[in-house]
C-alpha cells in the first residue's frame, strides 16, 4: 500500500524559510516522479514543482529560485526548501506519486504571515 505524509508546515514571518518532508512507505520514492501541489483556502489545488526519478526538479514560476526540491533515497523522503517565503505561498502543502490515482494524503499547512 502506497502512502505519503507530508509534514513541517508551520508559521513563518514573509522572507522566512521552512521544509517539508513527504515521508513514503510501500514504495521507493527513488523510482516514481514526486510532485509537490498546493492549494489555498478557496482555491484549485496547483503544482508547484517535481522530481523526476533522474534527479532533475523543476518549478512552477511563481517558486522557481525560491523553492528547492530534493531526495534522501536512504530515508525514502522528498522534500521542499522553501526560501523567501511570501503571504502568497500560504496554503496546505502536498504531495503524490504523479500519473497515478493515489488518493491525496492530509497534507501541512503553510501560513506566511506579512
Known amino acids: 500500500q502506497v502512502q505519503l505524509v507530508e509534514s513541517g508546515g508551520g508559521w513563518v514571518q514573509a522572507g522566512g524559510s521552512l521544509r517539508l518532508s513527504c515521508a513514503a512507505s510501500?514504495?521507493?520514492?527513488?523510482?516514481?516522479?514526486i510532485g509537490w501541489y498546493r492549494q489555498a483556502p478557496g482555491k484549485q489545488r496547483d503544482w508547484v514543482g517535481s522530481?523526476?526519478?533522474?534527479?532533475?526538479?523543476n518549478y512552477a514560476n511563481s517558486v522557481k529560485g525560491r523553492f528547492t526540491i530534493s531526495r534522501d533515497n536512504a530515508k525514502n523522503t522528498v522534500y521542499l526548501q522553501m526560501n523567501s517565503l511570501k503571504p502568497e505561498d500560504t496554503a496546505t502543502y502536498y504531495c503524490?506519486?504523479?500519473?497515478?490515482?493515489?488518493?491525496w494524503g492530509q497534507g501541512t499547512q503553510v501560513t506566511v504571515s506579512a
Open positions: 510501500g514504495v521507493p520514492v527513488a523510482t516514481y516522479m
Open positions: 503524490k506519486r504523479q500519473s497515478y490515482a493515489d488518493p
Open positions: 522530481i523526476f526519478t533522474s534527479g532533475t526538479t
